[in-house]
């Protein structure tokens, strides 16, 4: 069972994540901001975290350079979603630890996959 921390402020995305999570082969933890992401990685050392940019409190950029920083939550993959544009946003959280990254809107089967694709914690 793969465990999932989403990060995202928007209560709709949120939503559609637990749906699309929702089943037995996964753990779904949820946070509203970067700050929350950061402490929730530490105390739960999720497989993998799905990471928006634009959040309050502490950005999914300087969240992931934290987490991937920490030799605690560092094994964690991060792919970052976001509706920030893609060409001035990928090369950022590349250099900040993330292992992939998908432009919103983005479709639920294909996060899935990049999800499955992606091993586990190290």
Known sequence: MKKILFVDDAPEMRKLLEATFGGEEYQLLVAEDGLEAVETSLREKPDV????????????????????????????????????????????????????????????????DIVEKIPGRT
């Open 49 to 112: 975290i799905i990471m928006d940019i634009e959040m309050p409190r502490l950005n999914g950029i300087e969240a992931t350079r934290r987490i991937k920083a920490n030799p605690d939550t560092a094994a964690s993959r991060i792919i970052v979603v976001s509706g920030a544009r893609p060409d001035t946003s990928v090369e950022r959280c590349v250099a900040a630890g993330a292992e992939a990254y998908l432009a919103k809107p983005y479709s639920p089967l294909e996060l899935i």
